[in-house]
């Protein structure tokens, strides 16, 4: 298969007449200043590798519009989240995760990491199958086209040394010990049933859900397996203060005494953090993912990004609850949220940006043969239009910065994954009708409580 690129993101910078050339899955050359074969598709506009939305929450696309209409707090949010996370089944959560996906895939997400606690029925009872909406959540990416890596978060408490109540009570497992054996078996049902689209990790809730002397199982788990390891850390302040009541220190450093920072581990949000805790994020290389929409929709705060890149964290990015779904909504404003805390322009390079949304993010949840448009990469390819409102009149020597600063996910016209094309001039070719599918499968765990 063959791709002509008019121009692409080569990650060092933008070449023009670009030919793309794949076998299967995977890049195998790569040429700027190449004539257009005969034989090639063409791919008018700006090329990027395949964005990475590597925090994801699929059900909380069902709160988009409900939640903003409240006012509050991120606690008093939760309420509302809770009220839709205890009327999904297997089944509608498939229909709901596979209309979120496409969406996703409309704007150029080719990978999700999908941070699922929502394990169990209602009561807290496990499924026949114990793994059914890890499974929907598998099948859903499949049905949408894309990868996903399914983060199977451990959820023990309902706060630190408080019981699961309600809801809460289908997100847990009794113990890290059990936690571990059932995503044990969905490690190795994954890997039997050759599901390439598919990777499993782990993830800690958060030093809320998983008490203290729990977090090291979890942690070894993940290391066992070389799975990334995700983890919500710090996201209000009110986490901060039960942790230091509790323990004495800060999450940052409860997570680090228990080993579950490095390399393979991406914390989520760091929103509220000593310049402590981002210094050893940076030491240990943790990643950090920030959800700048979700993040300010909430009332969460602007965290230290720059400041945790600089000491060594590498930055992705993630729509969270999905108030949008728009990976370069999230990229710029990573640059314009620091100029908003500083009063100063120019934080962030749009190479940065678009490598936090693109090989950062894939890195983060186990695709590191992702993100990139080289040899021995997949072939996931993403092109933006020029020549919409918002992009035309872009300067061919500043089309990294159009994208970052002024494109929108509805300029994306095509979507290419594993080599394989799932958008093609904006229209999913796999999912019908991605509104019709999204308004059905929202309507399907909110209309009894509109009734």
Not at 146 to 160: E, K, N, Q
């Amino acid at each position: 298969m063959q791709w002509h690129a008019q121009y692409a993101w080569l990650g060092d910078g933008i070449g023009s007449d670009v030919l793309i050339e794949a076998e299967g899955e995977r890049i195998v050359r790569i040429e700027a200043g190449v004539p257009a074969p005969a034989e090639a598709r063409r791919l008018p506009g700006l090329t990027l590798p395949g964005l990475a939305n590597a925090h994801s929450h699929a059900f909380h696309r069902a709160l988009r519009s409900r939640a903003q209409a409240q006012t509050g707090t991120f606690w008093t949010w939760r309420e509302q989240m809770y009220e839709v996370a205890g009327r999904l089944d297997p089944e509608t959560y498939r229909a709901l995760a596979a209309a979120v996906f496409a969406e996703m895939a409309l704007a150029g997400v080719s990978c999700v990491g999908e941070f699922h606690y929502l394990h169990h029925r209602p009561d807290g009872s496990p499924y026949d199958e114990p793994n059914a909406m890890g499974e929907a959540l598998i099948a859903a990416a499949s049905d949408a086209g894309i990868r996903i890596t399914l983060l199977d978060a451990c959820y023990l408490t309902g706060g630190i040394g408080e019981p699961l109540r309600g809801v809460q009570l289908r997100f847990g497992d009794g113990t890290a010990g059990n936690w571990a054996r059932r995503v044990e078996s969905l490690y190795e049902e994954t890997g039997k049933k050759g599901r390439r689209h598919a990777r499993v990790g782990a993830a800690i809730h958060s030093v809320r859900a998983v008490p203290r002397e729990q977090l090291a199982a979890v942690a070894s788990w993940a290391k066992e397996h070389r799975a990334p390891l995700h983890v919500h850390l710090s996201e209000q302040p009110a986490e901060n203060e039960a942790c230091l009541d509790a323990y004495g220190m800060t999450p940052t450093r409860v997570l680090a005494e228990s080993g579950a920072l490095g390399a393979l581990t991406t914390a989520v949000h760091a929103t509220h953090l000593t310049e402590e805790d981002a210094g050893l994020l940076g030491a240990t290389m943790t990643g950090v993912c920030m959800c700048p929409t979700t993040e300010r929709d909430l009332a969460d705060g602007i965290g230290p990004a720059r400041d945790l890149a600089d000491a060594g964290a590498p930055i992705c990015l993630g729509s969270d609850q999905h108030a949008v779904v728009d990976l370069f909504e999230e990229a710029r404003a990573v640059e314009l949220n620091e100029r908003l805390r500083t009063r100063v322009r120019g934080h962030w390079t749009a190479g940065e940006l678009l490598a936090a949304a693109t090989c950062n993010g894939h890195s983060g949840l186990g695709w590191p043969e992702a993100g990139r448009l080289e040899p021995g990469a997949y072939a996931d390819l993403v092109t933006v239009g020029l020549d919409s409102v918002r992009t035309a009149g872009a300067a061919p020597g500043h089309l990294a910065e159009a994208a970052v600063f002024a494109a929108t996910a509805a300029d994306v016209r095509h979507v290419v994954v594993s080599g394989r094309q799932i958008v093609r001039d904006g229209r999913h070719l796999l999912v019908d009708d991605v509104p019709a599918a999204l308004a059905r499968a929202i309507e399907a765990v909110t209309a009894p409580e509109e009734e």
